[in-house]
């Protein structure tokens, strides 16, 4: 059974960094685009960030120069460097990993408030 946990996620001032983790069982990362998307209260789904398997990054206009996907291999992770974090990041950031031709997976969630 294949499932993706996200963490990392909380309350953040204005300015301020978090680091999102997604950790896979069932599937390896590497054999996977993974992505991390968004999604405000009221907003679509939108794609953040994402790595290819050959560790090819793509980033959204609006989180480029601020955020980072990186992927560690050992641990089956994939990660979500913010920093210079707006008020309007704050949504619910989730996790997705998908191989062409296949449905994605998708994991829970993580909510990130970015607020003084």
């Known amino acids: 059974q294949v499932q993706l946990v996200e963490s990392g996620g909380g309350l953040v001032q204005p300015g301020g960094s978090l680091t999102l983790s997604c950790a896979a069982s069932?599937?390896?990362?590497?054999?996977?685009?993974v992505g991390w998307y968004r999604q405000a209260p009221g907003k679509q789904r939108e794609l953040v960030a994402q790595?290819?398997?050959?560790?090819?990054?793509d980033y959204a206009d609006v989180v480029k120069g601020r955020f980072t996907i990186s992927r560690d291999n050992a641990k089956n992770t994939v990660n979500l460097q913010m920093n210079s974090l707006k008020p309007e990041d704050t949504a619910v950031y989730f996790c997705?990993?998908?191989?062409?031709?296949?449905?994605?997976?998708w994991g829970q969630g993580t909510q990130v408030t970015v607020s003084s």
């Open positions: 069932g599937i390896i990362f590497s054999n996977y685009r």
């Open positions: 790595i290819h398997p050959a560790a090819f990054r």
């Open positions: 997705s990993a998908v191989q062409l031709g296949r449905s994605p997976y």
